[in-house]
């Protein structure tokens, strides 16, 4: 584990989110489609063998994203574990930049520091992470 699963904790939340969602509509329009044409037992052998190559793109999906999921959450899970091994205020400084997706300006305002001081204090931060993360 390296600081790029920290820099990236957001934006792979994010994609498993939309992941989910998209597979989910798909799903949606195939159970659709075996409705329409599964009870039809008159369907011809094109709309059938159409709904069995969709229903194995589907799977595929599902697989791929599942698979996915679970190796980013394993990955989540263990920059959380991380996080709560570093001390205050640093612990709050890497959520608010990595997790929350705040700006250095914002996260500087809110904890009443200035531009300056949050920027060493986020070097030292991000250099306690590293130093964790060997250890791990």
Known sequence: MNRKE????KDNKEWVKNRKSRIEEEYESIQKMIATYGDNSRG????QDRL???LAILLDKKKETLDFAIKLEQDLIDIDNVLLKIDQPYRNILTSLYIDGKT???VASDMNYGYREMTRKK???LKIYDDLCKMS
């Open 44 to 47: 011809s052998s094109s709309i």
């Open 52 to 54: 069995a190559e969709n």
């Open 123 to 125: 070097g030292l931060a």
């Open 104 to 106: 250095l300006v914002d």
């Open 6 to 9: 920290l820099f990236e904790y």
